[in-house]
């Protein structure tokens, strides 16, 4: 099985945010690791999303940490404990795919700027926010990442192959959709 391009790629996943001066390509092994074919069933939108995905879950993690130690909205620290809670879930997932489809180690996506990514500049301007700042602030950068997850989730559900990888994009799209459906209209 060939590797997709990464233009092709880009622009099947609807990932327009990412940095075109990343550290790799999104379906091609880095530097650092020896080139192979992906494992048997995982095609090149598969192996993309699965890296895009665990970046930026990895990324977000920090913040939904910093919440309870901050907030005292409990609207914020809910919403915060359920999107961790999936998302350490999911991360688990997305691992273990990692794994079976024979990414190199290093990701290419990690650090990369893309909508949804929650960035080391947002965790340390959030950390120094207090109350209703605070908490808009948080409930933004969350809402981003999974309205981002959910626009993932269609592309890997409409162009992926493997069958794992899309029962994970379909389970993202419905726990992407309750999450959402908690935050008021009105927050930013």
């Excluded at 880009?10 to 880095?30: E, F, H, M, Q, R």
């Excluded at 992906?38 to 879950?57: C, R, S, V």
């Excluded at 290093?106 to 929650?118: A, L, S």
């Amino acid at each position: 099985m060939k590797y997709i391009p990464r233009l092709l790629l880009v622009a099947a996943l609807g990932v327009t945010g990412c940095s075109a001066t990343g550290s790799g390509d999104a379906a091609t092994p880095t530097a650092n690791a020896p080139a192979q074919a992906p494992a048997a069933g995982f095609g090149g939108t598969d192996l993309a999303w699965i890296q895009i995905n665990i970046a930026m879950n990895e990324e977000l993690l920090p913040l939904l940490d910093l919440t309870p130690k901050h907030t005292q909205d409990p609207a914020t620290l809910a919403l915060a404990l359920q999107v961790k809670s999936f998302t350490e879930a999911e991360l688990n997932v997305l691992r273990q795919l990692h794994t079976q489809a024979g990414l190199p180690t290093e990701n290419p996506h990690k650090g990369m700027p893309m909508p949804g990514m929650v960035t080391p500049e947002d965790i340390t301007g959030v950390s120094q926010l207090v109350g209703a700042a605070f908490d808009q602030t948080v409930t933004k950068l969350i809402r981003a990442h999974l309205v981002q997850g959910q626009s993932l989730a269609r592309s890997e559900d409409k162009s992926g192959a493997e069958a794992q990888t899309r029962d994970l994009a379909l389970q993202i799209l419905r726990t992407r959709e309750v999450a959402l459906s908690t935050i008021p209209s009105t927050s930013p």
